[in-house]
């Protein structure tokens, strides 16, 4: 696989992330099992954003000493897109998240712990889904094909499903469980299972835990693609995902009380989707730059952003009972 990545290229972001989270989990412990305010939220979401741009910054000024600027500023912009890509789409997660939630009614001062556990397990996973697709795309060039049709028919998906909410009721996941494990009645706090009647009991916590780790693996599988069509360095294509997901738990609390506010977000994202699959179908015939797939995103996000904020939902009748 051809990376940039050396041995203390991946020891500083590893040793950056490691840090990051820790001094994530230590103030989250710090104030406790509480709701995360807004202000809170907003100020850790530009944190997150900081963080990730100073770290390309880093790199940037790096590989300009070691590999000239060229190259420096290649990959400044392959990373500064696939992290605009990665971030737009993981708005989508915290919608799903913010329906999962709601539907099982989980304490306000428990959604912290759900998050940081499924944050952590969306990390390992596509660490992982990464590799192996890197490696394979090194090995099987046509496999971009297929995923540029495979993001392709996913925009599609995506603008059709727009504006309905999954229905979870007749997931099969939750039906499996609900048929499969002992379920308590309500939540126990902050616990994950509980002994009643001499025997191991799942909470509720439990349920959405489950539920928010098969989201992640739908949803990695949806975005990882999209990435390679940006560059299938793993370097970059894990640093731009990962620096991504870090910043899930404060956008969430940041974007809660504000979901039907971008009400025409999932349309710009199914456009991204296939442009993106669109440009991987085309790679072999024109390479669009960088710089251009970063303005397309940009210029789509924005647009469905600023479309939302100036046609707002139609709010729905009230009715009875």
């Keep these: 696989m051809d990376t940039i990545g050396n041995v203390w290229l991946w020891a500083g972001f590893g040793g950056l992330v490691v840090v990051a989270l820790l001094v994530d989990l230590v103030l989250m412990r710090h104030g406790g099992a509480h709701k995360v305010t807004f202000k809170e939220a907003l100020w850790w979401s530009l944190g997150w954003v900081a963080l990730a741009l100073l770290f390309n ?73 990464i590799f192996v697709g890197a490696a394979l795309l090194a090995k099987f060039h046509w496999l971009l094909y297929v995923f540029g049709a495979f993001l392709l028919l996913t925009g ?44 191991w009991a799942y909470t509720p916590l439990f349920v959405v835990l489950v539920l928010i780790g098969v989201i992640d693996v739908i949803f990695a599988v949806d975005s990882i693609p999209a990435i390679f069509a940006i560059t299938t360095d ?45 440009k991987m179908l085309m790679i072999d015939i024109y390479k669009i730059p960088v710089l251009w797939s970063l303005g397309v995103v940009a210029v789509i996000l924005g647009v469905t952003v600023a479309l939302s904020l100036a046609r707002p939902p139609k709010s729905t009748p009230m009715t009875g009972g």
């Design 57 to 129: 910054a880093g790199l940037w000024w790096y590989l300009h000493e070691t590999a000239g600027a060229a190259i420096a500023n290649r990959v400044g912009l392959e990373f500064l897109t696939g992290y605009l890509v990665e971030k737009s789409l993981a708005v989508d997660n915290i919608f799903v998240f913010l329906l999962l939630f709601t539907f099982f009614g989980v304490p306000e001062e428990q959604r912290q712990r759900v998050l940081i556990i499924g944050i952590l397990l969306a990390l390992v996973l596509r660490a992982v889904l």
């Design 156 to 199: 599609v998906k995506m603008w059709f499903a727009a504006g309905k909410e999954p229905d979870l009721e007749n997931n099969v996941v939750l039906r499996w469980m609900r048929g499969h494990l002992r379920l308590t009645d309500g939540y126990r706090g902050s616990a994950l299972r509980v002994r009643e009647g001499g025997a």
């Design 234 to 278: 793993p370097f970059i294509v894990l640093t731009s995902n990962v620096f991504a997901v870090l910043g899930l738990r404060a956008m969430f609390f940041m974007l809660a009380g504000m979901a039907d506010r971008f009400h025409l977000l999932p349309y710009g994202l199914a456009v991204v989707l296939a442009f993106i699959g669109a």
